[in-house]
């Protein structure tokens, strides 16, 4: 039935509300049902058709600009991402988690190129949960990736797994299958038209992505793109910046480094030209390099700082005189101290571990200056010692000629001849003429650094060396050093004999012919390349001694017998003496002693041990007897 006032007013007001309030769009179809319900005339009915089809076009035109506008305002974010940030994971993470939430996806992924394995990777996923997917590489024309990688177009499939389009592999579809994914679109990053990586999203249902949707990938693709070459370039930036801050470095410590080396070069000059020694000079690089030094003579005895094991050293000193340079050894640096081809002895540095270039061109320049004060050491020494040398040619020669002369002759010289001195007598022990040069060298080596003096005379070398005040002097033990280190200093066996300390020109001629009959001695002994004094020849040397020393000789021989009785009131002694006058007969002896054979025998074991078992032999009963008859003669 027809109403002359029927109107289509209320439902194009109804419409507005809609339009308004963002109504779905099946809410615009109910207004239209309304009115046919109601009864509304076909006119009216028609207005009201035409007024909603009118409102969904407004309301898609919206809808659309709202789209439009989260879009908009996702790249506007994604732009500040890339402004703001210098994290290229953040900016990455952010591009496909928007790609995701845009496109209404499952997932959204992005891949990047590996060019060391000529594949793309996985670089960020958003909405994965297959490890095999996220693990997942793509050949060059592989897949849907691949194929975009390789066109650099965008491709897209409402469904995969049935897509002939694309060149299926084992293991991408195992990929796919795994995440579950149907739907996939893939759009290329594209930097100077070269494909950089690939941006994907994908559903999990078969869906058709529209122009829109692809467009949208795109953009975000291009600024995933942008990201990518700032993060690039940034990179190149902060490695130029590294290569140039290295290179200042480098010039810096270079610089400090020669400015050490002018320092280092002024300091040493100047303590070879106000003549230091090598202590001055091992203080002084000491001091530069912050360690501490020590030098070794060419035997491994110390000339300054601590000493080290010559044997501990020999492969490094033999490595350093290889190479010409330094070696590190341990937690030390070793440097042959070199003239040429000769050693003059080591240079070692403690506490540096890790020496640069620069510091370790300093301690080898140090081993130079040391080489050169070594050098005009010994040639000012060898200068001396000829000198001083005619001096004690002159003192053996006639020492009672004028000994008050021979004595100022001395201090003239530096060699005090009243203070006391150890006289050592020293031959090859092969007895060749051609070896007293080389060994007249070695004594010169001997005593370099010290006060002595040595020369040849009478067909062997004589080295006189002054006893320091306060030491204990010890013939016996120096003649035996003597003769190691001057057959080391040498090349062959050296035998060395000792007279007594002596003062005076006299006393001193006096103890050169006592070392010179232990020389003797020892030859005839067959004790040649050994050292010994004339005490330690036991009674030979009481007949060798000038002063036929029988005190010390019974001491030495009886002493720990002597010393037994004195402490304990026993009678080993008197038990020796009868044991020898019997003839070694037990039964005589116990009967000139007056007591049981037994006690004889405990008296004999005792003095084994105190004695030694050889107490009994040939040579050594010599030498008992020969002190008890001296003892004897000493106390009557």
């Avoid at 006391?420 to 080389?438: F, I, S, T, W, Y």
């Avoid at 060798?544 to 020393?549: K, Q, S, T, V």
Wanted: hydrophobic letters at 45%; one cysteine or more; glycine letters at 8%.
């Amino acid at each position: 039935m027809n109403h002359p006032h029927e109107s289509a007013a209320p439902a194009l007001r109804r419409l507005l509300d809609l339009l308004a309030s963002g109504a779905a769009t099946e809410d615009f179809a109910d207004v239209l049902a309304d009115a046919r319900r109601r009864g509304a005339s076909a006119a009216v009915l028609a207005e009201i058709d035409d007024a909603t089809w009118q409102a969904l076009r407004v309301h898609r035109t919206l809808r659309q600009h709202r789209r439009r506008e989260a879009e908009l305002t996702a790249l506007f974010d994604t732009a500040g991402d890339l402004a703001a940030s210098r994290d290229l994971d953040t900016v990455l993470q952010a591009i496909v988690r928007r790609a995701r939430m845009l496109l209404g996806t499952d997932t959204a992924y992005l891949t990047l190129p590996d060019e060391a394995a000529g594949d793309t990777y996985m670089r960020v996923t958003d909405g994965s949960v297959s490890v095999l997917f996220q693990t997942l590489r793509l050949s060059l024309g592989d897949g849907l990736g691949g194929l975009v990688a390789q066109t650099a177009r965008p491709y897209a499939t409402p469904d995969y797994r049935t897509d002939e389009r694309f060149h299926h592999t084992g293991t991408i579809d195992a990929g796919v299958l795994d995440e579950g994914l149907v739907a996939i679109i893939g759009v290329p990053l594209l930097l100077g038209g070269q494909v950089i990586g690939v941006l994907f999203a994908a559903d999990r249902t078969p869906r058709a992505f529209s122009p829109d949707e692809v467009a949208l990938l795109c953009s975000l693709a291009a600024h995933a793109a942008i990201a990518l070459d700032t993060a690039k370039s940034l990179a190149d930036t902060r490695a130029a910046l590294a290569e140039l801050n290295a290179a200042n470095e480098l010039v810096r410590a270079h610089s400090a480094a020669v400015q050490r080396a002018e320092q280092a070069h002024d300091r040493l000059t100047d303590l070879v030209l106000r003549g230091a020694e090598v202590p001055d000079v091992a203080a002084a690089v000491a001091a530069l390099l912050g360690g501490e030094i020590a030098v070794l003579d060419a035997e491994g005895e110390p000339l300054a700082g601590r000493s080290a094991p010559a044997a501990e050293l020999a492969e490094a000193v033999a490595a350093s005189r290889a190479e010409g340079r330094s070696v590190r050894h341990g937690e030390q640096w070793v440097c042959a101290v070199l003239a040429g081809h000769d050693a003059l002895g080591t240079m070692v540095l403690r506490g540096r571990p890790d020496l640069d270039d620069a510091d370790r061109r300093l301690f080898e320049r140090a081993s130079v200056v040391t080489a050169l004060l070594l050098l005009l050491r010994r040639s000012v020494a060898e200068t001396e010692n000829r000198v001083r040398g005619e001096l004690l040619t002159d003192l053996l020669t006639a020492p009672e000629r004028d000994p008050a002369g021979l004595t100022a002759r001395g201090r003239r010289l530096g060699v005090d001849l009243a203070r006391p001195h150890l006289v050592l007598v020293a031959e090859p022990a092969d007895g060749k003429d051609e070896d007293r040069g080389r060994l007249a060298g070695a004594a010169r080596r001997y005593l370099f650094g010290s006060r002595g003096v040595s020369a040849e005379h009478a067909e062997t070398v004589v080295l006189l060396a002054p006893v320091e005040t306060g030491s204990t002097d010890d013939p016996e033990g120096t003649a035996r050093q003597a003769a190691e280190r001057l057959a080391r200093l040498a090349g062959f066996p050296v035998t060395v004999g000792a007279g007594r300390p002596a003062a005076g020109p006299s006393a001193l001629a006096a103890s050169y012919g006592e070392g010179l009959r232990c020389v003797r001695a020892l030859r005839v002994l067959g004790r040649a390349g050994e050292g010994a004094s004339a005490r330690a020849l036991g009674f030979l040397g009481v007949l060798l001694g000038d002063g036929h020393d029988v005190d010390d000789f019974v001491a030495a021989t009886l002493g720990p017998l002597l010393a037994y009785d004195t402490r304990r009131g026993t009678e080993l002694v008197r038990t020796l003496r009868a044991y020898f006058d019997c003839g070694g007969s037990l039964t005589r002896a116990k009967d000139e002693l007056h007591v049981h054979v037994n006690t004889v025998v405990q008296r004999l074991d005792r003095v084994e041990a105190l004695l030694g078992r050889d107490w009994n032999q040939p040579e050594r009963s010599l030498e008992l007897q020969l002190a008890l008859r001296l003892q004897l003669l000493a106390r009557s």
